[in-house]
């Protein structure tokens, strides 16, 4: 992960802050690493998403679409596609226009995809991915030779004042909070990440989702601002009911195409290219790149990333749910860590509650210098907690960013204290912080960035 690829704290935004100004003590010293475990734990228990379990097709269409999708399918993925069925989610269809796993398959098997994007592989990315959300991953392929002199003599970059050398084609990843956003969808919503999969891969290339207003975290005037803001095409359909469409940067195309071709163990699929593209575009006011995984900072001084309200705009369009991202950490104005919003036992009960709740919580963490100061970050997904044979507590979590396909344990003591920011539902929250509307936060940053390059300019 890019240290710089989170800012935390020259821009620190709180969207959320804790009711209780108890304030807990600063540290004294540099948290330990967390302990990753060498071995996998396959008894590992996670939460898990609640369907309206259907695990027979019923009707003659349902056939009929089964047996076209599963011709494009080899006989492992075949497997994989029945097993779906058992588990009922390939007939769910929690999605946005109701339509199920096994709907957008079809559609995938059927319709146009973007020219140098082939079905079959496609098709084979959603199966897998939904049946084992684990194997998303944020880190970038490498890129053939002959596809980067093309790119370098034909492709226009997004931000002009970047110009594409081969340095810059070579990148690392700071997309940890878009493919979190992406994990959480086929972990959690497949129906939804398999429509999201087939808008994306169609000759459209763009989703429109419908949203209830009422479902946000904002009022509508807010809402409305935010949009606008972001740049995010919009139209209001009534009083309650938002249309939005989320698509990726232009750039997205040539990175899908090289891994439809050359893609290799670890890297990105052409669906994660084009979903983490939509999420780190939406959130970055359409200005991010995939090229070079750069943006056009607005709200703050980094090029790379998305920060924590961004990451928050982002996953609330993307699952039409509403979330607050609740900043947990106090920082002074050098970026040392000086103590927190609330009590950790209280942060505890907020992730708690959550995946009570049934859903995962995406969380920001920091790490610090022998001085406390922050020097970076990363966003991984707490998707349960367990107790381990010590007694002790920990997160069950998915980081798209440590080279695994499966869910890894953080000791609960160790990382609690670790944790920035963390998207929380409304609900959770009530009567336990006090809201600051998050335009109002960035409405004032915004002001400072103008004054400030007014005042350098004069």
């Known amino acids: 992960m890019n240290i710089q690829a989170i800012n935390y704290y020259n821009n620190p935004i709180y969207t959320a802050s804790a009711k209780n100004k108890t304030t807990a003590p600063a540290f004294s010293a540099i948290f330990p690493m967390i302990n990753k475990p060498s071995t996998p734990n396959n008894n590992l228990q996670t939460s898990t998403p609640t369907y309206n379990i259907r695990t027979s097709l019923s009707t003659k269409e349902e056939k009929s679409r089964y047996n076209t999708v599963s011709e494009l399918l080899d006989r492992k993925t075949r497997k994989t596609l029945n097993k779906l069925l058992k588990e009922g989610k390939l007939l769910n269809n929690v999605s946005n226009d109701h339509s199920t796993v096994l709907d957008n398959l079809y559609k995938i098997s059927t319709n146009p995809r973007i020219l140098g994007l082939d079905k079959e592989k496609i098709l084979k990315e959603t199966v897998e991915t939904i049946d084992y959300p684990f194997l998303i991953t944020q880190k970038f392929g490498d890129l053939p030779e002959k ?171 993307a699952t039409g749910k509403g979330k607050v991202c609740v900043t947990y950490q106090k920082m002074d104005d050098n970026g040392k860590l000086v103590g927190y919003e609330c009590e950790l036992s209280e942060t505890l009960q907020h992730i708690r509650d959550t995946l009570n709740q049934g859903d995962n919580v995406i969380i920001g963490y920091t790490y610090c210098d022998s001085d406390n100061i922050v020097i970076g970050g990363h966003e991984i997904t707490i998707i349960g907690i367990e107790k381990g044979r010590n007694g002790k507590e920990y997160f069950v979590c998915n980081d798209t960013d440590d080279g695994k396909d499966e869910p890894i344990r953080y000791l609960v003591d160790d990382l609690l204290p670790r944790i920035h920011h963390a998207g929380i539902p409304k609900s959770v929250l009530i009567n336990n912080v006090e809201f600051v509307e998050g335009w109002k936060e960035l409405m004032e940053i915004y002001k400072e960035n103008k004054a400030a390059s007014y005042s350098t300019a004069a």
């Open 147 to 317: 596809s980067r002199n093309e790119i370098l003599k034909t492709a226009t970059p997004i931000n002009n004042s970047i110009p594409f050398t081969n340095e810059n084609l070579d990148v690392h990843s700071s997309t940890c909070p878009a493919a979190s956003i992406e994990f959480n969808l086929a972990h959690k919503m497949p129906a939804e990440f398999a429509r999201m999969a087939e808008n994306l891969t169609s000759e459209k290339m763009t989703v429109t989702k419908r949203i209830n207003v009422n479902n946000l975290s904002q009022s509508l005037v807010n809402t409305l601002w935010m949009l606008d803001a972001f740049k995010t095409p919009h139209r209001m359909l009534d009083w309650n009911t938002l249309e939005v469409e989320l698509k990726p940067d232009r750039n997205a195309i040539i990175r899908a195409r090289v891994q439809n071709t050359y893609w290799d163990k670890g890297e990105r699929s052409v669906v994660d290219v084009l979903m983490q593209s939509t999420f780190m575009n939406v959130g970055a006011q359409n200005t991010y790149d995939s090229l070079i995984d750069r943006r056009i900072p607005k709200y703050n001084d980094d090029d790379s990333g998305l920060i924590d309200i961004e990451k928050n705009f982002a996953e609330e369009l």
